[in-house]
């Protein structure tokens, strides 16, 4: 039963696949990524396009392509 509660909330977060899935993101803005704190497809989707170009240094309209691809992957 537990399994299906990790799977249920799994799909409720959105994708669990790493965010160099996205077109766009390599290893380098991954990394980036990572050390602000986003790991998954899902998180990227749920998070703030500013917030985010400002913690990790690049301009609010690529992370707005990536939140917008992420949220059509996820």
Same mark, same amino acid.
């Given at each position: &039963?537990a399994?299906e509660?990790?799977?249920a909330?799994?799909?409720?977060?959105?994708?669990?696949?790493?965010?160099e899935t996205v077109?766009?993101?390599?290893?380098?803005y991954?990394?980036?990524l990572?050390e602000?704190?986003? &790991?998954?497809?899902?998180?990227?989707?749920?998070?703030?396009?500013?917030?985010?170009a400002e913690?990790?240094d690049?301009s &609010?309209?690529?992370?707005s392509?990536?939140? &917008?691809?992420?949220?059509?992957?996820?």
């Amino acid at each position: &039963e537990a399994a299906e509660t990790d799977d249920a909330d799994a799909a409720a977060d959105g994708s669990t696949e790493p965010v160099e899935t996205v077109t766009g993101i390599g290893p380098a803005y991954g990394g980036r990524l990572a050390e602000y704190g986003i &790991e998954t497809v899902g998180e990227l989707a749920a998070a703030d396009a500013a917030d985010v170009a400002e913690g990790i240094d690049v301009s &609010e309209s690529r992370v707005s392509d990536w939140v &917008e691809r992420a949220n059509d992957a996820s």
